[in-house]
């Protein structure tokens, strides 16, 4: 067996190549003078029980993992216990092993919250009502993030209707179609694209020019380009924000359980310049 005595951690998913999760945590770890490796797995649909039994039974070393698609509603299912956020999103997508047992959380919330309060153009403008375009999972984190902060009028909008309807049961948002949009728009100060729309250049079926003056733009989707919802939305003069920092924002948590570490991680544009030009 190996002697290995620095703490493991890692991402889940299928695919998995793409993650920028392994750069992040070893840029960190590079930074901060910490001991710990973070690897990305790609496992599939059939095998994730057998993963997170494994796990559970501790390979040497391993302390939890982060976990992406498609695998989030599963680590909820195969966790011993969970968090009251994980609970409410109704997805895990950070697990810590304690005493071979799995603990879930989420931290898409999270990380939604912290990048909106380090937005200046956010803190600036007066929070009304917010619309979201989308009802997937990072849909429900983006949700929980703006209840949070304190957003009574939210307003989801999306292709497939059972979605919406659990999203009114679960989180009790207000539902539309997107010939509704207009009506809502006027009164929020906030859009965000939380569909996966924009990821290989798809547009969003947004009229710009019946936007309202000074609502804030925000993506979900970040990449060394912008989505043609920001591009669009820089080119009429809105404020635009992509999904990077929530990204980053959502690791902390983890990161800090992980590979022991009292102090926050460091955020800046060497790092978001870091990540960028590894995409
Ligand atoms: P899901 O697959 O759970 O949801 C996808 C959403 O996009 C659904 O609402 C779906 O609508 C909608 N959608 C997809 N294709 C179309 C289309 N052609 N027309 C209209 N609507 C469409 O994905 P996630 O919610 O997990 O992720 C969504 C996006 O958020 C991804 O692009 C992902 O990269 C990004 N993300 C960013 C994170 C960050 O930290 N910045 C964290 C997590 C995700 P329908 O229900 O009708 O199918």
Known sequence: MPDINYPIAGVIGQPITHSLSPLLHHYW?????????????????????????????AEVG???????????????????????TAKKIG????????????YGDNTDGFGFIKNLESWQDFRDSKKSCAVILGAGGAARGVIYGLQALGYQHIVVINRTLDKLQNLQK???????GINDIKKYLDEANI???????????????IDFKKLPKGI???????????TPFLKKGRQFGFATRDGLDMFIYQAVIGFKQWFHSDKNPPIDDELR?????CR
């Open 191 to 205: 859009l965000v694209n939380a569909t996966s729309l924009g990821l290989a250049g798809e547009d969003v079926p």
């Open 273 to 277: 310049q870091y990540l960028l030009s």
């Open 216 to 226: 804030l733009l925000h993506d979900i989707i970040y990449g060394a380009t912008p």
């Open 29 to 57: 770890l590079a930074k901060m003078n910490l001991f710990g490796r973070y690897e990305a797995r790609d496992i599939a649909v059939d095998d994730i029980n057998f993963f997170f039994d494994d796990l559970r039974q």
């Open 170 to 176: 679960d989180f009790g948002v207000i539902i539309a």
């Open 62 to 84: 391993w302390v939890g993992c982060n976990v992406t698609l498609p695998h989030k509603i599963a680590a909820l299912e195969n966790c011993d216990s969970l968090s009251p």
């Open 91 to 102: 997805a895990v997508n950070t697990i810590t092993l304690r005493d071979k047992k799995l």
